[in-house]
């Protein structure tokens, strides 16, 4: 339940009072009444616009209009106090009564607490990683694979029907090259001594067994083949090699996307003919000539007719062409064959998680959809800046595997998928970030995936302790959802409850804004504040989780704190982060 919305609700149901008495004009737009935390804290828990944004079109004064919505407030049983501030801001306070009653709901979902129905079964599509098949992903795909996943995850949490996508470029030269460097590597199983590689193609190491493969399967049978018999075969054969190590990648994550999809198979479906004819019927493609780019001449840049589409119609700042010189298609034709598919599919909002390289694409992309869909498609893409891998301060050495990266699946082996997760999503996704492996694995304050484990467990050892301590078997005989929470009086028990019951409203603001980030910070909030109460019952016996002379206070206090790690657990699981129990 988003305690906000359910507040909102009961001020617009007062506000539709004060009108059915006469007191303010029928015909008012309440949509943009909204409620939200104050600033400041001291001003209470919650605070609305509603005499503001009512005032104007009601011909009253703010506060007029306020005093007569405050008046009204004021019998709700579950109100402390209602002040009006400033030009006629409607702050109120909800009695600590109320804070306690919302335990019931945490403990009795558990880690479903959060889901929303906001998103009301919508589908989306998320489409995420999808790297050229030539290679293991690196750890620039790993940023992009977390992002998607986790905004997946957290889309899911909120009520969306989504289904993940990797989009696989196998239709383009570079996988002609990555079957020329698994040829190279053939001849090398077959004992040829293939020498350095050239350049030009893919040096890595990855290639050795895919060589191997070939060389066992089909023995010499393409050792003095001319490139036109084998190359088809050995890019058939190399991408879904590629794409079988991709996938292990992503399992190492703990990633498993619904759907992949083949830009060659779109191809040969006829998929992108089908998007040149519905352009053309629509009347946005011409035969033209376009400026030469702005910025720094290029040299080779020659003016020749184009066929181009219109995207400058839907928002972007040129329009782009469809077809290469020799007449095949452009890799912008096939990307928007890639999100016509999905349109056709039944996905009408499509998420995109794209590099930083990629940032020239978005508005060609987006333009692209709203086209071919009619506007019944929109399409938001979330650009990943880079990651630089540091250790101890130093950057990270390359990869001999690789050849010229640092490949994800290192980075796991070295750190642990779950570091990884919750480290990328510290940041907001389009700003840079420095991933030191050291600092990552120090037990400190500064480490927040450490911080918010460590919170977690430290319930856990909380409650194992008591279990010995009131010689109990298991939780479930303490009955915890029965305790009497008014015993929860101090205040930083009650600041750590109004944080619980604020985790649906988080839910639902990252889902709207699309940022799995943010719940990072409120994971780090929820885990200072149970350490800090940690801490004062270290100097204040009072305020101990278990009282032996009180069993009463002790029961309320192990109730706060499985609910606090359900909080987290649930936080973790949007991040696909495995809540510990123990750390060592």
């Known amino acids: 339940m988003n305690l906000f919305e359910t507040f909102r609700e009961r001020v617009v149901t007062i506000v539709n009072e004060i009108v059915a008495a006469g007191d303010l004009p029928e015909g008012l737009n309440l949509d943009r009444i909204n409620l939200e935390p104050p600033r400041d804290t001291s001003h209470g828990d919650m605070t609305t616009n509603a005499a503001m944004v009512l005032a104007k079109p009601a011909g009253m004064k703010p506060r007029d209009v306020a005093s007569k919505i405050a008046e009204k407030m004021k019998s709700l049983e579950a109100l402390k106090n209602v002040d009006i501030a400033g030009p006629g801001f409607i702050n109120f306070s909800l009695s600590n009564s109320f804070w306690h009653a919302q335990m019931a709901d945490i403990l009795d979902l558990g880690v479903r607490y959060g889901d929303s129905q906001m998103g009301k079964g919508a589908k989306i599509n998320v489409e995420f990683v999808s790297a050229n098949p030539t290679g293991p992903l690196h750890v620039a795909h790993a940023r992009g694979a977390v992002t998607g996943d986790a905004l997946s995850l957290l889309l899911r949490k909120a009520g969306y029907d989504v289904t993940t996508e990797y989009y696989i470029n196998d239709a383009g030269s570079q996988v002609d090259t990555l079957a020329r460097s698994t040829h190279l590597r053939y001849l090398e199983a077959l004992g040829e001594d293939i020498g350095t590689i050239p350049e030009g193609l893919y040096p890595g190491d990855y290639l050795v067994p895919v060589g191997k493969a070939l060389a066992d399967r089909d023995g010499d049978k393409w050792k003095l083949a001319d490139e036109a018999e084998w190359l088809t075969e050995f890019r058939t054969f190399a991408v879904a090699q590629m794409m079988d190590l991709v996938r292990d990648d992503l399992q190492s994550l703990g990633i498993k996307q619904d759907v992949f999809t083949s830009e060659k198979a779109l191809v040969e479906a006829g998929t992108v003919d089908a998007v040149f004819k519905t352009l053309d019927e629509k009347g946005l493609i011409y035969t033209g000539e376009l400026e030469p780019p702005k910025g720094k001449p290029v040299d ?210 990252a889902a709207q804004a699309q940022e799995p980030h943010r719940i990072a910070y409120y994971l780090n909030e929820l885990a200072t504040q149970f350490h800090g109460l940690w801490n004062k019952g270290k100097d204040n016996a009072s305020l101990r989780f278990v009282l032996t002379d009180d069993k009463e206070l002790t029961l309320a206090r192990l109730a706060l704190i499985q609910a606090v790690a359900l909080v987290i657990a649930s936080g973790l699981s949007v991040f696909g982060v495995d809540p510990l129990e123990e750390l060592r």
């Open 300 to 509: 080779d840049w020659e003016s020749r007719p184009q066929t181009l589409f219109k995207a400058t119609e839907f928002g972007d700042d040129t329009d782009r062409p469809l077809k290469k010189s020799d007449g095949s298609w452009t890799y912008f034709t096939n990307d928007i064959a890639n999100h016509y598919d999905k349109y056709r599919r039944g996905f009408s909002q499509m998420i995109d998680i794209f590099g930083a390289d990629h940032g020239g694409y978005v508005k060609r992309m987006k333009a692209a959809t709203n086209a071919v869909s009619g506007g019944e498609a929109s399409l938001e893409i979330k650009l990943c800046q880079m990651v630089h891998l540091m250790k101890g301060g130093e950057p990270m050495r390359m990869s001999k595997r690789s050849g010229n990266f640092v490949t994800l699946r290192e980075l796991i082996d070295e750190v642990g998928k779950d570091v990884v997760r919750f480290i990328m999503l510290t940041r907001k996704s389009d700003t840079q970030m420095e991933f030191d492996l050291q600092k990552v694995l120090e037990q400190s304050r500064d480490n927040p995936v450490f911080y918010v484990q460590y919170a977690h467990a430290r319930c856990h050892s909380v409650l194992r302790n008591a279990l010995e301590a009131l010689s109990v078997a298991d939780i479930a005989a303490l009955d915890l959802k029965d305790s009497d929470f008014a015993r929860l009086e101090d205040p930083a028990e009650l600041e750590i409850i109004r944080t619980m019951v604020n985790w649906p409203r988080m839910i639902e603001g």
